[in-house]
T-cell receptor, first 113, second 111 residues
Framework: QQPVQSPQAVILREGEDAVINCSSSKALYSVHWYRQKHGEAPIFLMILLKGGEQKGHDKISASFNEKKQQSSLYLTASQLSYSGTYFCGTESMANFGNEKLTFGTGTRLTIIP | EAQVTQNPRYLITVTGKKLTVTCSQNMNHEYMSWYRQDPGLGLRQIYYSMNVEVTDKGDVPEGYKVSRKEKRNFPLILESPSPNQTSLYFC??????????FGPGTRLTVT
């Protein structure tokens, strides 16, 4: 079963903040986040591991709440280059060790000037 | 340059004509996967491999076969393609616990 992402789509003005959520019904070991531009391959953003950690670089950060099996991706002071579709990929505890990721259906982010 | 390559990038074929999409990585990664991407459905895993000669089904394996005879190569085989396999296909590779590197994608149309 695919994790649920919300919102499905969001439009922001340059400089505004966004939060994208990813929720799973399974106990998770890790959550991956990727961004995909139209017609291109997904590009890695970050991995969060079991332990409830938070990561970030530049103005993109993420958190992982293992009790709720949820992860959130935070984009602050959004730039035009942030536009694209964001996917979370989850690795369940049941599949720990085999790198089997299940991806959500994506959140389309559009940044307008 | 570290990369995952796929061939062909675009393919139009007819129902029932066997085809193979190749995938190769030059990073000595143990793990490789195939995904299909359809509008509104995101990326769905078809098959994955944890090492040479070790493969397992993903979430949508019906109608597909794979093999992993060499560490660097992970071809996807459609023995009898059908129109519902029209999709965008991505191959990916990774080391354990690290990011997945995706290939550029193969757009397949089955008529």
């Amino acid at each position: 079963q695919q994790p649920v992402q919300s919102p499905q789509a969001v439009i922001l003005r340059e400089g505004e903040d966004a939060v994208i959520n990813c929720s799973s019904s399974k106990a998770l070991y890790s959550v991956h986040w990727y961004r995909q531009k139209h017609g291109e391959a997904p590009i890695f953003l970050m991995i969060l591991l079991k332990g409830g950690e938070q990561k970030g670089h530049d103005k993109i950060s993420a958190s992982f709440n293992e009790k709720k099996q949820q992860s959130s991706l935070y984009l602050t002071a959004s730039q035009l280059s942030y536009s694209g579709t964001y996917f979370c990929g989850t690795e369940s505890m049941a599949n720990f060790g085999n790198e089997k990721l299940t991806f959500g259906t994506g959140t389309r982010l559009t940044i307008i000037p | 340059e570290a990369q995952v390559t796929q061939n062909p990038r675009y393919l139009i074929t007819v129902t029932g004509k066997k085809l193979t999409v190749t995938c190769s990585q030059n990073m000595n990664h143990e793990y490789m996967s195939w995904y299909r991407q359809d509008p509104g459905l995101g990326l769905r895993q078809i098959y994955y491999s944890m090492n040479v000669e070790v493969t397992d089904k993903g979430d949508v394996p019906e109608g597909y076969k794979v093999s992993r005879k060499e560490k660097r190569n992970f071809p996807l085989i459609l023995e009898s393609p059908s129109p519902n396999q029209t999709s965008l296909y991505f191959c990916a590779s990774s080391d354990r616990g690290h990011e997945q590197y995706f290939g550029p994608g193969t757009r397949l149309t089955v008529t």
